[in-house]
């Protein structure tokens, strides 16, 4: 483990200092320089994969981000976003979300692709 006088020292990101900015500065540069590599392999295992729509996820995704909501994104990033940098919060695991997650995605509740008939029955 790297020590603390090398972390920053702020919670939310509205709060950091010029020293904290350069510590990410500093010890991100490693990381960054694969990023754009990792961030265009995730999406390229987007591609081919439509479910059934007239496009596939790569694709909608790039139309996504070519119609996309400056200011929704902004309000987001400061509601949910700069705000999670605090090593002291009390960060639930990825396991208590894991359950959720696989519940979301167990059956369709409710489509507007699906016959109401199976709608009614998922209900």
């Given at each position: ?48 994969d ?53 519940n ?20």
């Amino acid at each position: 483990m790297e020590p603390a006088a090398q972390n920053t020292t702020f919670t939310a990101m509205k709060d950091g200092t010029a020293e904290d900015y350069r510590i990410i500065a500093m010890r991100s540069v490693a990381m960054v320089k694969g990023l754009p590599d990792r961030i265009l392999a995730h999406l390229k295992l987007l591609e081919g994969d439509s479910v059934g729509y007239a496009v596939d996820r790569l694709t909608h995704s790039l139309q996504s981000a070519t119609h996309a909501y400056f200011i929704e994104c902004a309000e987001f990033c400061a509601a949910y976003d700069q705000n999670c940098f605090d090593p002291d919060y009390d960060t639930l695991p990825l396991e208590f979300f894991t359950p959720m997650l696989r519940n979301v995605f167990a059956q369709a509740k409710r489509s507007i692709y699906m016959p109401e008939k199976a709608d009614e029955a998922n209900a």
